[in-house]
């Protein structure tokens, strides 16, 4: 089942502990695509600039990424500045040029109104509003967010949230949306506001999903060496929602096997920059880690007490 996504695609320039990249093709739409497009076809609604080269618009293609609806406008491409400390587990923004994303009014073209599965990436949640009153049927709505849109336009993310089946937040932009500190009743109030499923990310402590009344936990991949940490959210959410379009399904199952393979995305994703690691990654490396995460998890019953 083909998946619509909309939502940034940029220009970062990132720092970390080991490395630093200049105006490397970034964006939640980005990652998110490229991620899903392993599990399930995908169709992109997003803009960039007159400066936007072909090599970018190629990786796209390479992945079978439908780039219909990627308007090409007069002015620059959204670009981010970023920076991370030696713990790595949040991005430290520095700068951020909204640019063509200032100007840009999204059209669903007309082959994508009728996709089952929609993905809210990380833009301004007016935005998002807009290509969501343009799909006629969604099976199902997620949603990613950010600290800068929860600061900037509180309301306006609230009305989106009323809309959306899923939200995929980070642990820190929970805790800002609720005002809450404690994650397990910051999940109940977010839930009171539309969602039905919360998915929690927690940077290198993994993921926390509150689903149909349950809780379920993942750790994230306990890799010896992440190099930058940026579209991990993008690319975890671009593993869970196409694994969910591709069986079709949203039972507790499905989605405990979806946040699986959205953390094994995210693990590989952060081995490079950009999206380096996803273009030369291989069905058979996903299958692997898959397993890998299964026996990292797996317990018997005790039946010792
Ligand atoms: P994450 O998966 O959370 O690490 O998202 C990283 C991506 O978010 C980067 O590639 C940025 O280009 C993008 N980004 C950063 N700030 C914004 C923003 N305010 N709106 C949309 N996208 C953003």
Known sequence: MSILVVGSVAFDSVKTPFGEAKEILGGSASYFSISASFFSPVSLVAVVGQDFPQDHLDLFHKFAVDTRGLQKMDGKTFRWTGEYGFALNEAKTLETQLNVFESFQPEVPQGYRNCQYVFLGNIDPVLQRQVLAQVTQPKFVACDTMNYWIDSKPEELKKTLALVDILIINDAEARMLTGQPNITKAAKTICSWGPKILVVKKGEYGVAMYSHGSIFGA???????????????????????????????????????????????????????????????????????????????????????
């Open 219 to 305: 750790p994230a991949f306990p890799l010896e060496e992440v190099f930058d940490p940026t579209g991990a959210g993008d690319t975890f959410a671009g593993g869970f929602v196409g694994y969910l379009a591709k069986s079709g399904r949203l039972d507790n199952e499905t989605l405990r096997k979806a946040v699986i393979y959205g953390s094994v995305m995210a693990s590989f994703n952060v081995e490079d920059f950009s999206l380096n690691r996803m273009k030369h990654l291989k069905h058979s490396e996903i299958q692997q880690r898959f397993r890998q995460f299964k026996e990292l998890t797996h317990f018997e019953h005790d039946h010792l007490l």
